[in-house]
């Protein structure tokens, strides 16, 4: 499991960083009003997999949800990882389904 105090919210790139040895996982995000656009995951090959995917956004999304924050997944790979973890479609916002 990864620590959530790797975890960064770079404002200034907008994206969600994690930094594992050298290599840098990031989410890409667009932010207006109360609503968090995650538009684009990024994986660099030599750490990616399944466990990894899932610890990542998990991590996000609980850093979101501490913000009451709603979320539109633009990202193929962020939409489905909502689909599998259903705890999460609460933060989507009114109209939008997955």
């Known amino acids: 499991m990864i620590d959530a105090a790797?975890?960064?919210d770079n404002d200034f790139l907008?994206?969600?960083e994690?930094?594992?040895d050298?290599?840098?996982?990031?989410?890409e995000y667009s932010l207006q009003e109360r609503k968090i656009f995650?538009?684009?995951?990024?994986i660099p090959e030599c750490i990616h997999?399944?466990?990894f995917e899932t610890?990542?956004?998990?991590l996000v999304f609980e850093n979101i949800s501490e913000r009451n924050i709603s979320v539109v997944p633009t990202s193929p790979e962020i939409?489905?990882?909502i689909r599998r973890n259903r705890k999460y479609k609460k933060m989507l916002p009114v109209g939008i389904r997955i």
Do not use: G, N, W, Y
């Not at 610890?55 to 998990?58: Q, V, Y």
């Open 38 to 42: 995650l538009t684009k995951l990024v």
């Open 22 to 27: 050298d290599e840098l996982a990031k989410i």
């Open 14 to 16: 907008r994206q969600f």
């Open 79 to 81: 939409a489905k990882f």
């Open 55 to 58: 610890d990542f956004l998990t």
């Open 49 to 51: 997999s399944d466990d």
């Open 6 to 8: 790797e975890l960064i």
């Open 18 to 20: 994690l930094k594992v």
